[in-house]
């Protein structure tokens, strides 16, 4: 059973998300929506590595807060309310220094006014990389 507001939301709905983004600068491309999951990935390039070659951090938390809180706003209606982080946390396993690293987001709970994430990254190889926790707040939509 699907988790999303939207029962017949595609791949292809999810392009918006992207646009004139930090998701778009980094590189970031959807690349499945299933019935509770949505994966996203991003190349390990100059955009995305720090001084010692590797994956940076803070690009493996910005691929994890992108797929979390697209993830939440894909459950609400949004026509009703908003989604906004309120924390993450990240534990960086190992790292990647070429190719591309794939985030799948999962929820852990989906209450009314929180949802909690579950976002694992791997490299090409299918190694963990990298496991975050993405906290999100549901907040009425100011009209």
């Known amino acids: 059973m ?6 017949s939301i595609k791949l292809a709905d999810l392009d918006p998300f992207g646009t004139e983004t930090m998701a778009e600068y980094l590189g970031m491309e959807w ?12 190349p390990v390039d100059h955009r995305t590595k720090q001084v010692y070659g590797l994956l940076h951090g803070g690009a493996s938390c910005a691929l994890a807060e992108t797929a979390g809180s697209v993830a939440s706003h894909l459950v ?7 989604c906004v982080g ?17 985030g ?16 694992k990254i791997y490299d090409e190889l299918e190694k963990l990389i990298c496991i975050s926790r993405l906290t999100v707040a549901i907040l009425n939509k100011a009209f």
Not at 2 to 7: E, G, L, P, Q, R
């Open 86 to 102: 309120l924390e993450i946390n990240a534990n960086h396993i190992r790292s990647a220094r070429q190719g591309f690293v794939t």
């Open 31 to 42: 690349t499945e929506i299933g019935d509770d999951f949505l994966k996203i990935r991003m």
């Open 2 to 7: 699907s988790i999303w507001f939207k029962k």
């Open 76 to 82: 609400i209606d949004s026509g009703k309310f908003i």
């Open 104 to 119: 799948i987001a999962t929820p852990l709970h989906l209450g009314a006014t929180t949802h909690v994430w579950d976002i």
